[in-house]
């Protein structure tokens, strides 16, 4: 299933409200545009999903649609022979411009910085049209590894091989030539495969693994999570200073099992609810800390049946797209 960023909200807790999709914003009132809903409007689904995957943010991406919106407007659109390929354009050099800022934030960042997950409660293979529209599926882990290619590494990488754009379209969306940018994905392919950790592509390996280890979280198994644990695992997470986390990945099964048994027994309630989701478009787990309330996202990597690697995101800031925003009425 692909992760949709229109359908990146985690599924809400009985009395709770559906929050919106954090890349689709409203598009401005535009009373002087009467072929509203024009190519910006039909592209918007794909727009998000390509700055989502560029910038691994939902609230970047929000910024970056909003801008391409704008310029869009103002184009001369009568002279756009291929909307959709101008407004790829346009989307690729903002995210382009983006990454380069974020990597000096990201630097002073505290702790790891992860990706913003996406959330989706839907199950079965994408169709044709979900994958042109929205693009193949990229796990948290690979968002993760994306983060330490170059910028244009990346836009290279996620056109070609997440939505199948052809170099001649990414050259000219980075000024490059065809060969180029067919060098940069290329270089990007070889840097995603040394740095990714061992999985397997088999979705029901991975959702018995991912099954297995929250059983053994729900009772503190230290035993049950060595099971399922590999040996190397890697545990991530990302508090952003905001909340507890590590500052830097956790190594190895022992260590790994007592500190989620750790985290069980220090902030498990009875209002703790762990349901199962799709995490960018694979088996994960959502944790509710209150009804309706979004704690925290964990996708996993899994290869011979054991977890290789998981990534936990906490920080508040980067699961407001999976929580409805207060209520200032409620009483």
């Known amino acids: ?64 649609l909003q801008e391409a919106w704008l310029r869009w407007r103002a184009a001369d659109r009568g002279t756009v022979a291929d909307p959709r ?20 934030r990201r630097e002073s960042y505290f702790g790891e910085w992860l990706p ?32 330490q290619l170059t910028p244009a590494e990346r836009a290279a990488f996620v056109l070609h091989d997440v939505f199948a754009v052809g170099f001649d379209e990414i050259a000219a969306s980075l000024d490059r030539s065809p060969d180029a940018a067919r060098q940069l994905a290329s270089r990007a392919r070889r840097r995603v495969k ?34 399922v644990l590999d040996p190397e695992v890697v545990w991530h997470s990302d508090g952003g200073g905001l909340v507890t986390a590590g500052a830097r990945p956790v190594l190895g099964a022992d260590k790994v099992s007592r500190l989620v048994a750790g985290m069980v027994a220090k902030w498990g309630t009875p209002d703790t609810v762990i349901e199962f989701a799709l995490v960018n478009g694979e088996p994960g787990l959502v944790w509710y800390q209150q009804p309706g309330v979004v704690g925290g996202v964990l996708g996993f990597t899994v290869a011979d049946g054991r977890i290789t690697s998981a990534y936990t995101v906490v920080n508040p800031e980067k699961l407001t797209h999976l929580n409805p925003p207060a209520d200032p009425t409620a009483v």
């Open 85 to 104: 390929a101008y407004l790829t354009t346009v989307v690729t050099r903002l995210c382009y411009d983006q990454l380069g800022s974020a990597r000096a």
């Open 116 to 147: 913003e997950p996406s959330v989706s409660y839907q199950s079965g293979p994408a169709s044709p049209a979900e994958i042109a529209e929205l693009g193949e599926s990229v796990s948290l882990a690979l968002l993760a590894v994306l983060e």
């Open 1 to 64: 299933m692909s992760d949709d960023p229109s359908a990146a909200t985690a599924a809400p807790a009985p009395g709770s409200t559906q929050p919106t999709d954090p890349t689709t914003p409203d598009a401005p009132d535009a009373p002087d545009a009467p072929d509203a809903p024009d190519a910006f409007e039909a592209n918007r689904r794909y727009l998000g999903s390509v700055a989502y995957r560029m910038l691994g943010s939902f609230t970047d991406a929000e910024d970056v």
């Open 194 to 227: 040394d740095g990714g950790r061992r999985a397997t592509a088999d979705p029901a390996e991975h959702r018995q693994a991912v099954e297995a280890f929250a059983a053994a979280t729900a009772r503190g198994d230290i035993e049950g999570l060595l099971a």
